[in-house]
């Protein structure tokens, strides 16, 4: 995405030495993915990261990054992990919100369909499911559908389902007759026999850690604690990925060994090593 940097000064960004404090600050942040791009926060969680570094953080779930980025400009969360094009949109329309950890900095989802439908045409008349308008999913439908040669607005439907599981499971039942899904759900559904349509993969602000300038101006030993922690966890999941596995198997509920290490091995190569130097896209 040209021309999103990331709102963090030289000074902010280099003062990452220092002792964890001995009261845990308590921090309750915002978290729009139940897929394997949601592993930073996960592994810093699960493996004391944000306790060692003086964090005692809760997670909660919104359905879509349109709302994560709303309860984020009204101070409902200060923190949160969040894609990036419904917070470049709120920027832009004035609101305080601004990206200081990139997180994963690819975006990659499947526009999967139902086994019956294996070609643009059959899919043409019907409906795509997508989390909310103007978060991610919705941006990867577009492309993916005009891709296939068909029009976004006049040829298909968009649906806001919510998240990944809810949009597959709409899939299943025939609610609708496609649903863009990333990681480990489109190797989940390509395995139960759904149909990958078009995969679409590019150079793009996925999950990432987004707060406001108020909060950092507020609370600036929070932000550089909670950023040491995302980048320390990044460090974590690509140092140890066995580890990684299991965290992604507890949050998402999941199993099967062949699609776990399928999603580590991609997303571990879509998070950048360095969460808060900019990047191309």
């Not at 909310?132 to 941006?139: I, K, P, R, V």
């Not at 998402?252 to 190569?269: F, N, P, S, V, Y």
């Amino acid at each position: 995405m040209k021309g999103v940097t990331l709102a963090v000064s030289v000074s902010f960004v280099l003062c990452f030495c220092g002792v964890a404090p001995a009261q845990l600050t308590k921090l309750t942040i915002g978290n729009n993915t139940l897929s394997a791009a949601g592993l930073p926060a996960w592994m810093a969680k699960e493996s004391g990261i944000f306790r060692k570094n003086g964090l005692e953080v809760q997670i909660v779930y919104f359905r879509g990054g349109t709302i994560t980025t709303m309860a984020l400009i009204a101070r409902e969360t200060p923190i949160s992990q969040v894609s990036g094009p419904p917070m470049v949109s709120a920027a832009l329309k004035g609101a305080d919100a601004v990206m200081i950890a990139g997180g994963n900095v690819v975006a990659e989802y499947w526009l999967i369909s139902r086994p019956d439908i294996k070609t643009a045409e059959q899919l043409k008349g019907g409906s795509v499911a997508i989390a909310t308008f103007g978060g991610l999913s919705d941006g990867m439908a577009r492309i993916a559908l005009q891709k296939l040669g068909l029009n976004p607005v006049k040829d298909i439907t968009l649906v806001q389902i919510g998240t990944i599981p809810e949009r597959l499971s709409a899939l299943d039942t025939g609610k609708v007759q496609a649903a863009m899904l990333n990681a480990p759900d489109n190797f989940r559904a390509q395995k139960r026999g759904l149909y990958k349509l078009m995969g679409v993969r590019l150079p793009y602000q996925g999950i990432g850690v987004g707060t406001t300038r108020a909060f950092i101006r507020e609370n600036p030993d929070v932000a550089r604690r909670y950023i040491r922690s995302q980048v320390e966890a990044v460090h974590r999941l690509k140092t140890d990925r066995e580890a990684g596995t299991r965290v992604l198997a507890k949050y998402l509920a999941l199993q099967d060994k062949e699609i776990l290490q399928k999603a580590m091995g991609l997303m571990t190569r879509y998070f950048p090593q360095n969460s808060i130097q900019p990047w191309k896209g």
